[in-house]
């Protein structure tokens, strides 16, 4: 199985907002475009241009514009992948932090305890992100060649390794050890949290 590099897109205008986006399709914000280029540069300065010969991203802008600054350091240009798209937080899209938690504090609650079959705002769960992520990345790990750099979202992540905390432009190596995190659960409940 090829290695994996997943990085998670540097800071959008939501973001430095204190939105929750989901699929929402923020650009950048101007600290975001500074964080994508450094992020690019250390890449460029590590080994990983010797590894990674493919770039895949999210095709939301703020992945999107991230991994062009990553493509441009490491020479390689970046396939966009709706599969690998933030979480659909429904409802809750594009509202501050402060008013989910005023609103919905029962259901944010339910969401935050981890259960995986919750669908915040009326989206998606944890169980669906991961069915269509793990899809997408079982078919680019079959392929030959060096390692795969996936530009995507903190949810994303989160729903691959619950509890994992990176911060915008940062990144993590993912080796075959870590296989078992791209098989979907065969549960189909679901619970939607409005």
């Known amino acids: 199985m090829r290695p994996l590099l997943f990085i998670r897109h540097a800071q959008s205008e939501m973001n430095a907002e204190g939105r929750w986006q989901g699929q929402a ?59 690998l798209r933030e979480t659909d937080v429904g409802d809750w899209s594009g509202l501050p932090h402060a008013e989910i938690e005023a609103r919905y504090s029962e259901s944010l609650a339910v969401w935050k305890s981890g259960d995986e079959h919750v669908r915040p705002g009326g989206g998606e769960s944890r169980v669906m992100v991961r069915a269509r992520v793990c899809a997408a990345i079982a078919r680019l790990r079959t392929g030959t060649g060096g390692a795969i750099a996936v530009v995507t979202h903190l949810g994303v992540l989160r729903t691959l390794r619950p509890g994992i905390n990176l911060a915008n432009a940062e990144f993590l190596w993912w080796e075959d050890g870590a296989r078992a995190a791209f098989e979907p659960s065969d549960s189909t409940r679901e619970v939607t949290v409005l």
Not at 63 to 80: K, N
């Open 25 to 83: 399709d923020p650009p950048l914000s101007p600290l975001g475009f500074e964080q994508a280029e450094a992020l690019a540069e250390t890449l460029a300065r590590s080994d990983v241009p010797q590894r990674v010969d493919q770039l895949v991203t999210s095709d939301l802008r703020r992945a999107a514009q991230t991994a062009d600054a990553v493509g441009r350091a490491l020479g390689i240009a970046a396939e966009p992948c709706s599969e």
